[in-house]
């Protein structure tokens, strides 16, 4: 599927952090376990882009959706997070960045990435999903015929200190900063880049420009109504990989004064 110009299906060559498949859903890839993300699972790709959400949706066979209301489907007892513990632990990785303690700051940020390396996307339904099937013959790893597995562990490289899986439908690869921090902007803006990763699609994007004095500015960037639908390009403005490019590893990084930086720091050593 392209979309702009772009691609967003299912790729095994240029990796991604585990976390944008349990972020968001793109075709090609498992939902859950309610087959593969395909252009019917969105109303109108025209005004809704090619992505659908995924945090908060449940697993098919949980028996969480409602069995009431004129539309159950959208309805589900999935527990909505207030406050949970990686919010906090990311807020007091800012606080240790500006008040210099920058290696505090570095010690949070890897142990919520060493937790984000645990697991991938699995399968979901590779017993039962005849699209699942067709699609990735074989058994895993190299296919889904018979894995109903939701989540699937990375494989840790000692040797490099990376978390990776190549499945049948993505390339997951995540690893930790291994070099001290010494510069107090560039440790600022991995906290913020691992603040979107983390907390993406969970409401807090907008309150944290608001928080740092950024909104107007950052926002401006991303959507212009006037123009949205017929243009193209600025439908590209709202592609998740425009709002949280991070999500993305291919092509990540942040692109002002840190971009090879941050980018080398984020794909190569984490």
């Known amino acids: 599927m392209e979309h702009s110009g772009h691609s967003f299906s299912a790729n095994t060559t240029v990796p991604v952090d585990p976390r944008l498949d349990w972020t968001a859903g793109r075709d090609g890839v498992p939902y859950k376990d309610w087959g593969l993300h395909s252009k019917a699972f969105i109303r109108d790709r025209s005004y809704s882009g090619p992505y659908s959400p995924k945090k908060n949706v449940h697993e098919k066979r949980s028996g969480a959706q409602s069995a009431v209301g004129w539309n159950s489907f959208q309805l589900n007892s999935v527990h909505i997070h207030i406050y949970r513990y990686a919010d906090v632990l990311l807020l007091l990785a800012e606080a240790a960045v ?61 040797a490099t200190g990376r978390d990776s899986l190549l499945t049948p439908y993505a390339f997951y690869k995540i690893g930790l900063y291994t070099s001290t921090w010494t510069d107090q902007a560039f440790a600022r803006a991995a906290v913020r880049y691992e603040r979107r990763l983390e907390l993406a699609m969970e409401g807090q994007r907008f309150f ?30 709202l592609e998740p990989r425009r709002l949280v490019p991070e999500l993305w590893v291919g092509h990540a990084g942040l692109s002002l004064a840190y971009g090879r930086r941050m980018t080398n720091a984020c794909r190569e050593s984490p």
Request: proline share 7%; charged share 25%.
């Open 208 to 237: 944290d420009l608001r928080r740092r004095g950024d909104a107007d500015t950052v926002i401006a960037t991303l959507h212009q109504p006037a123009s949205f639908v017929s243009d193209p390009a600025d439908r590209d403005r």
């Open 98 to 158: 500006e008040t210099g303690n920058l290696e505090e700051a570095r010690g949070i940020i890897n142990q919520i990435r060493a937790r984000a390396g645990q697991t991938a996307e699995g399968c979901g339904s590779g017993s039962t999903d005849t699209v699942t099937q067709n699609r990735y013959p074989g058994a895993w790893p190299a296919g889904c015929v018979g894995d109903d597995r939701i989540a699937v562990p990375l494989l840790n490289n000692p």
